[in-house]
């Protein structure tokens, strides 16, 4: 198994030791998995995303999704047919795939459409989190922006 020494990185940093756990799951995660089912994952650029899995020949009673602790699991179990194949080229072996999903992702849904597996997620940042523009105080606005942090500073209500 590898191993990865991420001490440089906490030296410079502070709440971030869950990184820690991240990586071993990932590749944890890529040790078991070969790369079946292929998949893709796509965005919009912004804070939507598609996770889309080819699944042919697998029904919605053959999948699930499920969503533990920002782990996506998307397992797919096929009953074996016993049907007399000369030659079966489409592979519907039984499969576990996961991904970890970032803070603030959400998953909103998910569809099969075409043998195509569909998981559409969706970055919510809290308001708090959000990039916001901090007004710059000059002149009059600027003696009521004084008075205010004063009062703060004196521990005053605002």
Do not use: C, W
């Amino acid at each position: 198994m590898n191993s990865y020494d991420l001490t440089p990185l906490f030296r410079h940093s502070i709440g971030f030791d869950h990184l820690e756990d991240i990586f071993d799951s990932m590749v944890r995660l890529n040790s078991y998995s070969d790369n079946y089912p292929p998949y893709n994952i796509r965005s919009n650029g912004k804070d939507q995303y598609a996770i889309e899995l080819a699944v042919a020949g697998f029904d919605e009673k053959d999948l699930s999704v499920d969503l533990e602790n920002g782990q996506l699991t998307i397992v797919g179990n096929k009953e074996n047919s016993n049907g007399n194949f000369m030659h079966q080229g489409i592979a519907t072996r039984s499969f576990k795939r996961g991904f970890q999903l970032a803070e603030y992702v959400e998953v909103l849904g998910a569809g099969l459409n075409n043998g195509m597996l569909t998981v559409a997620l969706e970055r919510k940042l809290p308001e708090e989190l959000r990039p916001k523009k901090i007004e710059i105080n000059t002149g009059s606005s600027f003696k009521k922006f004084t008075d205010k942090i004063s009062k703060v500073i004196e521990g005053e209500k605002t």
